[in-house]
């Protein structure tokens, strides 16, 4: 059974570090062509990817974002944690991690999402 | 990042088939046979329902079919149910994002 949930804070204040962790069970992150991904949904909004890292650490992120985004991974743990720099109240959001299966462009499984407000 | 764009929101009676929309260019859903769609109820995480354009995952249900011409990517479900209502998005591989990923602006699906 494949699951993935994402952990952190509920709340974080402008300009903060977040920093949020997607434990997963049900596969490994070690598998050829395997990656998770994170992708972000504003209240009432449309979904937005974020990024993605890959079973060789390769990271993809998204354009607009990539410069205050980092994804690492910790295959021992079965985890993923993203970063997220300098944050602002409109990074406001439900955070998701999902799995891309091998050698699909898809996300098959995904995290249950946590909620972020970033608020002074 | 550019989203694929899809219409708002769509409307039918229980019974008949929608069919949704979503247009790229040739970066992304034109060029690339990587289209996928994903079903989001109110407070839950999407469900991928169609991969790889039309192929549907192992429990999806056969009202969801969908297809691509060009640019653009559709999904139809047909024999529509109240369980049906719901937000939908589609997402593609693209080589216009860093990223390599984008989705749609997604569609609020109402089944009257």
């Known amino acids: 059974q494949i699951t993935l949930k994402e952990s952190g804070p509920t709340l974080v204040k402008p300009t903060q570090t977040l920093t949020l962790t997607c434990t997963f069970s049900?596969?490994?992150?070690?598998?050829?062509?395997?990656?998770v991904g994170w992708i972000r949904q504003s209240p009432g909004k449309a979904l937005e990817w974020l990024g993605i890292?890959?079973?060789?650490?390769?990271?993809r992120y998204s354009t607009s974002l990539e410069s205050r985004l980092t994804i690492t991974m910790d295959t021992s743990k079965n985890q993923v944690v993203l970063t997220v720099t300098n944050v602002d109240p409109v990074d406001t959001a439900t955070y998701f991690c999902a799995r891309r299966p091998a050698p699909y462009y898809t996300l098959d499984y995904w995290g249950q999402g946590a909620l972020v407000t970033v608020s002074s | 990042q550019s989203a694929l764009t899809q219409p708002a929101s769509v409307s039918e009676s229980p019974g008949q088939s929608i069919t949704i929309s979503c247009t790229g260019t040739n970066s992304d859903v034109g060029g690339y046979n990587y289209v996928s769609w994903y079903q989001q109820h109110p407070g839950k995480a999407p469900k991928l329902i169609i991969y790889?354009?039309?192929k549907r995952p192992s429990g999806v249900s056969n009202r969801f079919s969908a297809s691509k011409s060009g640019n653009t990517a559709s999904l139809t479900i047909s024999g529509l149910r109240a369980e049906d209502e719901a937000d939908y998005y589609c997402?593609?591989?693209?080589?216009?994002?860093?990223?390599?990923?984008?989705f749609g602006g997604g569609t609020k699906l109402t089944v009257l």
């Open positions: 997402s593609s591989y693209t080589i216009s994002d860093t990223s390599n990923w984008v």
């Open positions: 890292i890959y079973w060789n650490g390769d990271n």
């Open positions: 790889d354009v039309t």
């Open positions: 049900g596969f490994s992150l070690t598998t050829t062509g395997v990656g």
